[in-house]
């Protein structure tokens, strides 16, 4: 009867074999539904493309956009990406102030640069070049305006997160998570050099 | 069936924490300054219109991809997973589809507005030409 | 004052959103009826605790498939009667005689009976087997994502929920099952039933998107050791082929949904007349997402009927390399045909050119496929039980319907058949065939698996016969009248066409269908009745993948002891060795169950309900239980718990015995 039963040592270590395959399944997962996002972000791509030439009488995107107010928010992005790696090393290495602190810095880049997003949203609005006015200004709200959810929903994460380290510590789910969320950060990063390259400043040459 | 050696689940252990092994910070900073070079190529190139219109498009394309694939590289870690690599092959699919879709689309668009998607001089041409009928 | 606090409170809604006419009324009844009375029933039996406990909150994949199946079916019934009033309006709505239900009625039924029978019955039944086979085939104990899992079906109940709500408040959809623009704009479809279609089916598809994450997982990462990739069975390898599809062609319907709501909603321009939108964006953006439907419907019916031919042609399959080529080619090459669905929108030469002979070659792969099949059944000992049936129906109805549309793929041709009742014919001729055939079969086959007893096979005979009867009595003359010049939605034509009587024949086919319809649920019923004269032991087809290795039912967690996989049908080389396990139990870790998948999903419900109606306040509330709930979620970190050895000893020897003596 009893050697029906797999020995103690022999469970504890297949324990430790499969709690580290989830936790890797788990960010495998997480890359994949990534990957359903960048077709979801093509497919805006896409639309916008289609659509950028048509202002109906409304302002093209070269006369909309201020490149150097587009400059301080690609930097502010990048820089939280590269801030959000460094979380990630901090973590790794088990340093919680270290993670804590740069999680905060990640935290307050990526605010400034959805700050500056949603000024520079405002200010066409109130100009009278919302989105009503054009299938070009629809798109490029949306287009842009996704980014920007995905940024809140990234910043609402990081919150969370930095509250679930701060109380429970560095365990191997923080870990995981943030892992996952260092990928999401990089992801939109990625999303922005595309949004920075076609909308404007290819806006700025009149393609 | 032999019980599995302590080798076996030595190895087995390893190659499923592979990906947990900790990150260095040697790529991040690689990647972000390779990529503040490369953001600031693209704005300037742009803001100073050095070159034709043509030229600026490619290259600004240019700089995107190198971006991108820095940063997937360096950031996002792609390609750096042991075998099998589902990340990688996933990856590659992603592209895959989004040329398609992508370059799909604006093909058959370009085509259709072409043909049935006149601009407002073409229409008063072909009203004229009507006309003179 | 007071009519402003209530459009607040309300949004566009108000009383006269009730229905009011007959027909519409009687279906509002019935569907407010049908769940008063599950009620009342549950009530009654005192159920409410088991349902919960058993089902409502389960996180096993075996019982979340039955339910899907359960709302597929019902959904099914809803698809049926659509069909009924089809066929009698056109049948009727002749000359001076003008049907039984008006024009923009019979609209709304056609739209309605598209987007459930794609959506809620094919995705359904799909999800469902899915659910219910592939982890028992790949040697796993669950899924990757047991919460995400449930997440997903809850999510396809709250779409399936909310496309049923419009038939009781406001009304469904005139536009067809894909809603072109612009007529599917606020200016030519003023009312919500448009609404209603896009966000029913933002969240079902949202829901498919996650499952689609989740399998994909599921059988890359989650494989019994020593199962390879070339080693694993075909059906799985099919939903592999299937989810690639969903997690990368959902998206682009997420993105066509919310650009049309974004049009209505908020007056944006993407797809509408004027202020430079422009609508063919969406014909194409539509079918992007759209021919991967097809196949992701289809290839996992694919699957299943690589497994019925094996295991009732007692052979191993023909050909399955090929066949996993064959697979990817089709998942591939399925990207690349979309245009084929709108030649005639006026594209250039080459770009037509170069879709059809995509759509050509597609056909290859197909080929490949079934001719792979009857090699397998060629010389083998067929079991010749209902499955089989299916699949050589299937055999013969999706190749003619597979002529019909290499046809179609000529774009010349098309410019005539477009639009035409031909087309409706073929797309009908692969979709019943290609996935309907396919998921009967399937349920024919895995049933006793789960039940422990087998489907009545005389009724099943006569319920095959008569849906194949009817089925092509039904599509047949429409072929006929799709080159007689008929289109498709037609509510009304002129008597002096002549085309009544094979309208006519297309209704009585559909009796047909009926009556089959009514064999299969008789089959049910019988077959419960006599369950102790059908008993099934574990193995009852002789089969040859894993899930035949297990007790029946399987217990919760699969497997006691993880299956070894050295070969492909591993367990039929077993069989024949007399292999007996005699390795120790482990324990296991289970999921423990969880309500809030279904918190999720409603307030995803009350989200698309209060953009329908555009009350705001419910909108945030909605968006705020879905946000709130998952950070809830993530910060229980109990969420399973541990089936020690010797629990799992005793309940797998318990379920040992109990078979022996069968």
């Known amino acids: 009867m009893s050697e029906l039963i797999a020995d103690a040592k022999m469970v504890q270590l297949n324990k430790q074999i499969e709690r580290s395959e989830k936790s890797s399944t788990a960010v495998f997962g997480f890359w994949v539904y990534l990957m359903t996002d960048c077709v979801l972000f093509a497919s805006l791509f896409a639309v916008f493309s289609v659509l950028r030439n048509n202002t109906y009488g409304g302002p093209s995107g070269a006369q909309l956009f201020s490149l150097p107010y587009v400059l301080i928010e690609t930097l502010a992005l990048l820089s939280s990406s590269f801030t959000c790696g460094l979380a990630l090393l901090s973590a790794q290495r088990r340093h919680k102030k270290q993670t804590l602190l740069w999680l905060g810095v990640t935290f307050a880049l990526g605010l400034t640069f959805l700050g500056l997003e949603i000024t520079e949203f405002h200010k066409f609005v109130t100009m009278g070049d919302s989105w009503h006015r054009s299938g070009f200004l629809s798109s490029y709200f949306t287009l842009v305006g996704t980014h920007g959810a995905h940024i809140t929903i990234g910043l609402l994460w990081m919150a969370v997160m930095g509250v679930f380290i701060y109380k429970r510590g560095l365990g191997p789910l923080a870990l995981k998570r943030l892992r996952m969320l260092s990928l999401f950060w990089h992801f939109l990063d990625v999303v922005w050099i595309f949004i920075f390259t076609i909308v404007y400043l290819f806006g700025a040459l009149h393609v | 069936m032999s019980e599995p050696t302590n080798l076996e689940y030595t190895n087995v252990l390893i190659a499923a924490s592979h990906e947990s092994e900790p990150s260095r910070l040697k790529h991040y900073v690689i990647g972000f300054i390779s990529s503040l070079v490369l953001t600031l190529c693209a704005y300037l190139i742009t803001y100073y219109h050095a070159g034709n219109r043509g030229l600026l498009l490619g290259l600004l394309a240019v700089l995107a991809l190198i971006q991108f694939l820095v940063q997937l590289f360096f950031f996002l870690h792609v390609g750096r997973e042991l075998s099998p690599r589902f990340k990688l092959m996933m990856t590659v699919f992603m592209i895959m589809v989004v040329i398609i879709l992508v370059g799909g689309s604006l093909w058959i668009m370009h085509s259709l507005a072409g043909r049935v998607m006149p601009s407002t001089k073409q229409m008063e041409q072909y009203m004229n030409a009507q006309d003179n009928l | 004052m007071i009519s402003t606090f209530a459009s607040f409170l309300l949004g566009k809604l108000s009383l006269n959103q009730l229905p009011n006419n007959p027909i519409t009324a009687g279906g509002a009844i019935i569907l407010v009826l049908i769940p008063l009375a599950a009620v009342i029933f549950i009530s009654v039996t005192r159920r409410w605790k088991w349902l919960y406990r058993e089902w409502l909150t389960t996180q096993d994949p075996k019982k979340i498939g039955k339910m899907y199946i359960i709302v597929a079916v019902l959904m099914g019934l809803r698809g049926l009667s659509d069909v009924i009033l089809i066929r009698l309006q056109q049948a009727l709505s002749v000359g001076h005689a003008h049907g039984i239900i008006s024009a923009s009625m019979f609209q709304q039924v056609v739209s309605a009976h598209g987007t459930i029978m794609i959506f809620f019955v094919a995705m359904g039944l799909m999800f469902g087997v899915i659910n219910m086979i592939v982890p028992l085939q790949i040697g796993a104990r669950d899924v990757a994502f047991p919460f995400l899992n449930a997440t997903s079906f809850w999510l396809f109940v709250a779409g399936m929920v909310l496309i049923n709500v419009s038939l009781v408040i406001g009304d469904f959809a005139a536009t067809g099952w894909l809603a072109y623009p612009p007529l599917s704009e606020l200016k030519y479809s003023p009312t919500v039933g448009v609404d209603y279609w896009i966000w029913s089916l933002e969240i079902a598809g949202v829901g498919s998107l996650l499952a689609g994450v989740n399998f994909i997982v599921t059988i890359l990462k989650k494989r019994v050791k020593g199962m390879k990739m070339m080693l694993m069975p075909l059906f799985s390898w099919s939903v ?423």
Not at chain 3, 344 to 367: E, K, R
Not at chain 3, 464 to 482: C, D, E, H, Q, R
Not at chain 3, 508 to 522: A, D, P
Request: net charge positive.
């Open chain 3, 240 to 662: 592999l082929g299937s989810m690639f599809l969903v997690v990368f062609a959902f998206p682009i319907l997420t993105v066509t949904l919310t650009l049309l709501a974004f049009d209505r909603t908020f007056g944006m321009h993407f797809f509408t007349a004027g202020h430079g939108g422009n609508m063919m964006m969406y014909v194409n953006l539509i079918w992007a997402w759209g021919h991967p439907e097809v196949y992701i419907l289809v290839l996992p019916a694919f699957g299943v009927y690589s497994e019925v031919v094996a295991t009732y042609a007692r052979k191993k399959l023909f050909g399955y390399t090929s066949m996993v080529w064959a697979i990817w080619a089709i998942v591939i090459l399925s990207f690349i045909v979309w245009l084929h669905h709108f030649f005639t929108m006026g594209a250039g030469s080459d770009v037509n050119a170069f879709f059809g002979i995509m759509t050509m070659i597609i056909a290859v792969p197909t080929g490949v496929k079934l001719f792979n099949w009857l090699f397998t059944l060629y010389r083998g000992k067929i079991n010749m039980k209902t499955p089989v049936l299916w699949f050589i129906a299937f055999v013969v109805v999706f190749t003619i319907g597979g002529m019909a549309g290499v046809i179609m793929a000529v774009p010349p041709l098309d410019f005539q058949l477009h639009n035409s009742l031909f087309l409706i014919a073929h797309f009908h001729m692969m979709i019943v065939s290609g996935v309907l055939f396919g998921y009967f079969a399937a349920i024919t086959y895995w049933f006793p698996k789960f039940f422990g007893f087998k489907l009545n096979e005389r009724l099943g005979r006569y319920a095959f016969w008569s849906w194949l009867i009817g089925f092509l009595l039904a599509f047949v003359p429409l072929y006929i009248l799709g080159f007689m010049g008929a289109t498709r939605r037609l509510d009304h034509y002129s008597a002096s066409l002549g085309w009544q009587p094979l309208f006519i024949a297309a209704g009585v086919g559909v009796v047909f269908i009926i009556c089959g319809v009514v064999l299969q649920f008789m089959q049910l019923g019988v077959s419960i009745w006599q369950r102790n004269s059908n008993r099934a032991g574990r193995d009852p087809w002789d089969g040859r993948t894993l899930e035949w290795s297990l007790p029946t039912p399987p217990p919760s967690f699969n497997f006691a002891r993880l299956p070894i996989v050295t070969k492909r049908d591993s367990f039929w080389y077993d069989k024949q060795a007399q292999f007996t396990d005699s390795r120790p139990y482990e324990p296991i870790t289970i999921p423990k169950n969880s309500p809030l998948s279904m918190v999720i999903a409603c307030g995803a419900f009350f989200l698309g309900f209060a953009f329908v109606w555009h009350i705001w306040w419910l909108a945030v509330v909605g968006l705020l239980v879905v946000i709130v709930t998952i950070i809830w979620r993530s910060m229980d970190e109990h969420t399973e718990y541990e089936l020690d050895a010797d629990e799992v000893m005793r309940i797998d020897r318990a379920l040992t015995p109990k078979e022996a003596g069968l």
